[in-house]
Each structure stands twice: as C-alpha cells, then as structure tokens.
C-alpha cells in the first residue's frame, strides 16, 4: 500500500519569501512518481512539478523546486519569491504501477502581502 | 495543452433523481480517466478508475450501482449519480491521464459542484 504524508496542515510566508513545504511517502514498487499539485479557492486542481523516482536530478519549473530524497522517502516543495497567487491548498501525489494517484492531506498555504 | 473540462460546474437536484456528470479531455487522447470525490478541506478521494472500452474500477466502499461511469470514447467519460440523497452533496472531480514521456501525469477538470436538496 502506499502512502503519502503531509504534516504541515497550515503555513503562512511573505509575499517574496521562500517556503518549504514537507512530504514524506512510503512504497513498496521501484518505479514511481512523484507530483505537487496547487488547489487555490477555485477548487482547480493544477499541477506544479512532478518526479521521477529514478532521476536522481531534483525537478524544477521556474520558481517551484523540490527536494528528493529517495533513501528518506521525502519529497519536498521549496517555492521561492512567494507570490500572492501561490495562496492555495497543496497536495503532494505518488503514483506507481496502477497508475492511480495517492494523495496525502494537503498543506494550506497563505502568502501574506 | 492538456485541458480537461467538466460539465456542470455546479448542479442543484431534488432528491431521488440522477445527475450525469461529464468529463472531457479536450487536447489529448485518455485511455483512463479517474473519478474523485472531495469534501471541504479534504484530500482527494478516489471513487473509480474509468478506462475507455471496459468497465470502470470502483474503489472500495463505492457503489458501483449508484454511481454509474461510462468511457465510451477516448475523450470523454461520465459519471451519472443515481438517485440521489443529500449525503452525495460534495464536490466531483474528474482527471484524465496523458502519458508525458516515460510517465503518465493525471490532468484535472475543474470540479462539480452537486447540491442535492
């Protein structure tokens, strides 16, 4: 079974600030993969950045990078030059051989102006 | 690329009829398409996994009589709640899967919201 863990229900940076939000995970399969994904007030789901559990390299997409620690199972987000847009529920998501995304509980996270 | 749109956004039924929920990738081609149920300030929870030309795959504790998925094509699937109670009021999500490169990423509609009085 897998699954993915989100301690931080709530956290709050200034607007131009760097954020780290925490995930870990557990699974039992090789190959997997590895997503971020922002839910703001719309209720849109978005995707962020993903990884691939075999690509050593960390992920980056403009101002969002993660932190990839495959021995720790840890799979962190780090956004950098906070937005008042980023302001939204984040997930963090692994997917393995089904296919099927597991999710963990979501950080909310505010942008203070 | 990679829109996928869900009709309606927003839906008010009386109890005891059904509602036909649609989901459609507008750019990409979906073998499979997931259903997702999400309560207010709660994760995701998948219902089914819905693949083009078979039977859906329902997760456990969900009726497959009361929800009802069809995937006739590559791009559209629907969900169609059947006699609906108030306590199926929530927020259904649809994703659709493209695969980008060695992996598949799961792209999401924007939501309905049902209200069953």
Not at chain 1, 48 to 70: D, G, L, P
Not at chain 2, 46 to 70: P, R, W
Not at chain 2, 73 to 89: N, R
Request: neutral net charge; charged residues 15%.
């Amino acid at each position: 079974a897998q699954t993915v863990t989100q301690s931080q229900p709530e956290m709050s940076v200034q607007e131009a600030e760097t954020v780290t939000l925490s995930c870990t995970y557990d699974t039992s399969e090789n190959n997997y993969y590895l997503f971020w994904y922002k839910q703001p007030p719309s209720r849109q789901m978005i995707l962020v950045i993903r990884q691939e559990a075999y690509k050593q390299q960390n992920a980056t997409e403009n101002r969002f990078s993660v932190n990839f620690q495959k021995a720790a199972k840890s799979f962190s987000l780090k956004i950098s030059d906070s937005q008042l847009g980023d302001t939204a529920m984040y997930f963090c998501a692994q997917s393995g051989s089904a296919r099927q995304l597991t999710f963990g509980s979501g950080t909310q996270l505010t942008v203070l102006p | 690329g990679a829109v996928v749109s869900q009709h309606p956004s927003w839906v008010i039924c009386k109890s005891g009829t059904s509602v036909k929920i649609e989901c459609r990738s507008l750019d990409f081609q979906a073998t499979t398409m997931f259903w997702y149920r999400q309560f207010p300030k709660q994760s995701l929870m998948l219902m089914a996994t819905s693949n083009e030309g078979s039977k859906a795959t329902y997760e456990q504790g969900v009726e497959k009589d009361k929800f009802l998925i069809n995937h006739a094509s590559l791009t559209l699937s629907t969900l169609t709640v059947t006699s609906a109670h108030p306590e199926d009021s929530s927020f259904y999500i649809c994703s659709a899967s493209r695969p980008d490169g060695n992996q598949e990423t799961q792209y999401f509609g924007p939501g309905t919201r049902l209200l069953v009085l």
